[in-house]
């Protein structure tokens, strides 16, 4: 009989080679895709006979081994950043960022349901770090579009609508080198939801300079502040601030005032400002002619030793400025230590023997031709003149205030007084940082106490003041001033009740 079994097996085998190749092909495609392409291949044909337009890049990061960060749509291999998005520096900050986002996520401050911003990132590295650990909805500003990451944008002009936002993040202490902290935390705010969180990392290491960054969000309550490693030995050490927006808090801060004539309280790390500031000078000097003027190179300006980065203006007034030259062009613009920043300067000058020069320098001071007094009203103004003089302009002495009625030796005018505390409450905020220097030839025990009353004396950080007294006479050992009625125990007194309030000031000659 013959044997017909062999051709069906012949094609049994046949056909069973066959579906082994195709599984063996299938395979193959779907190891490319998962290991090389990182997802599927949108071509018709197989993956490995030609590279997808379209690939995602993957690093290795500290948690998760292997992942995808970017998807297909977003990063092309024609794309002119793929090369950047896996150098090993990007890996770096990538890595460091998702770190810091995981540990959020953790404390309950992100989710991967947040709709998040970054801003001021000029390449996008933290958007990446957070589309890789599962925030997709993602998104940078810069002042430049790095796409698809980073659109264009900048901190204080965010390019979206209020209430966009439950996750904003500043990071590398870019807010530290924003020319405009007030409309940046301002901006953060408007874009940021009610309940919604900001993350700031900024160099703070003073806590003068982290309550003020705190001051300027208005609408945001600390939640969390502590020290982290950097990157790098350019950044060793950054300061992490969780705010929390709270549209109920108005105002927050270590002290408290307001610019309808309250008292204000200074706060701690005012204080504790006072305490670092060089010793007065206890007993009353034989030639204070020297003495004070040699005291000056002890001062410790506050610039010195804090940041004063986190301020809005930056404004200088000269109470009793003579002439340009003689504190703001010497002393102010030459040795005043002030972080690179622009100071606007009021020179507040009765004398109109000194008027005409400040005409040249209008862009950079305002002068105020009138007399720093503790209301408005027309006063006296004497100005004493020295005999030894020939010329007038070089005998000129220091003008101050007088009653109508007390008998001169020198040139009386009418001019008009304002109420300077006044003045300053609708001039600066606590949000400005105010330097002081005040010669007003004893008018300043008038001054001091109306400051305190109106509360405006914590609108000023520092003050330079030079308290008038009975002094020793240059011309005649042994002969005090019949200028003044106070002595230097009551200057010292002055000086003393100044710095016991957390008020900083110096003793100006």
């Not at 520092?462 to 042994?478: D, S, T, V």
Request: with cysteine; hydrophobic share 35%; charged share 25%.
């Amino acid at each position: 009989m013959e044997n017909t079994s062999g051709k069906p097996s012949l094609l049994r085998n046949l056909l069973l080679r066959a579906l082994l190749f195709g599984v063996f092909v299938f395979l193959l495609r779907f190891t490319f895709v998962v290991t090389i392409a990182g997802g599927s291949c949108n071509l018709g044909d197989f993956c490995f006979s030609s590279l997808p337009h379209n690939l995602n890049f993957v690093i290795p990061t500290a948690g998760s081994g292997i992942s995808a960060v970017i998807a297909n749509h977003d990063v092309s291999v024609t794309n002119p950043r793929r090369d950047l998005y896996t150098s090993k520096q990007w890996v770096k900050v990538v890595q460091f960022y998702s770190s810091i986002f995981q540990d959020l996520i953790a404390h309950g401050y992100l989710s991967p349901h947040s709709k998040s911003l970054c801003v001021d990132t000029p390449l996008g590295q933290d958007v990446f770090a957070l589309k890789e650990i599962g925030v997709e909805d993602s998104i940078g500003i810069f002042k430049k579009a790095a796409k698809p990451l980073v659109v264009k944008g900048e901190g204080h002009r965010i390019p979206f609508d209020d209430n966009t936002f439950d996750f904003i993040f500043s990071g590398e202490a870019r807010f530290d080198a924003s020319a405009r902290p007030v409309d940046f935390a301002s901006e953060i705010a408007r874009t940021l939801k009610p309940q919604g969180f900001a993350v700031v990392h900024i160099k703070a290491n003073d806590t003068y300079s982290f309550n003020s960054f705190l001051d300027l969000f208005n609408s945001c309550k600390l939640v969390k502040v502590h020290d982290i490693d950097g990157m790098d030995s350019s950044l060793p050490y950054i300061r992490e601030i969780v705010l929390e927006k709270d549209i109920g808090i108005l105002y927050h801060g270590g002290g408290s005032h307001n610019n309808n004539n309250s008292k204000c309280s200074v706060s701690g790390h005012r204080r504790e400002l006072v305490r670092k500031a060089e010793p007065l000078i206890g007993e009353e000097p034989l030639k204070p002619w020297i003495t004070l003027k040699r005291n000056i190179k002890n001062v410790k300006y506050l610039p010195s030793m804090v940041d004063i980065s986190f301020k809005n203006r930056y404004v200088y007034v000269d109470v009793g400025a003579r002439n340009y030259g003689s504190s703001i062009g010497s002393w102010f613009k030459k040795q005043y230590p002030k972080q690179n920043k622009t100071f606007h300067v009021y020179a507040i000058e009765a004398d109109k023997a000194f008027h005409q020069q400040y005409n040249a320098k209008k862009k950079t001071v305002t002068l105020l031709p009138y007399a720093a007094w503790v209301r408005n009203e027309t006063l006296s103004f004497e100005v004493s003149h020295d005999p030894n003089q020939e010329e007038a302009s070089q005998g000129r002495g220091m003008g101050r205030l007088r009653p109508r009625q007390s008998d001169v030796n020198g040139e009386v005018n009418e001019i008009q007084g304002f109420d300077f505390a006044e003045w300053l409450n609708n001039t600066v905020t606590e949000r400005d940082f105010v330097v002081m220097k005040m010669d007003v030839e004893g008018t300043e025990f008038d001054l001091i106490p109306r400051l305190f009353e109106t509360g405006a004396i914590c609108l000023v950080d520092e003050i330079f003041l030079e308290c008038h007294y009975n002094r020793w006479q240059r011309c005649c050992p042994g002969e005090r001033s019949k200028k003044y009625e106070k002595s230097y125990g009551q200057c010292l007194e002055l000086f003393t009740s100044l710095r016991e309030k957390g008020i900083l000031v110096h003793q100006w000659w």
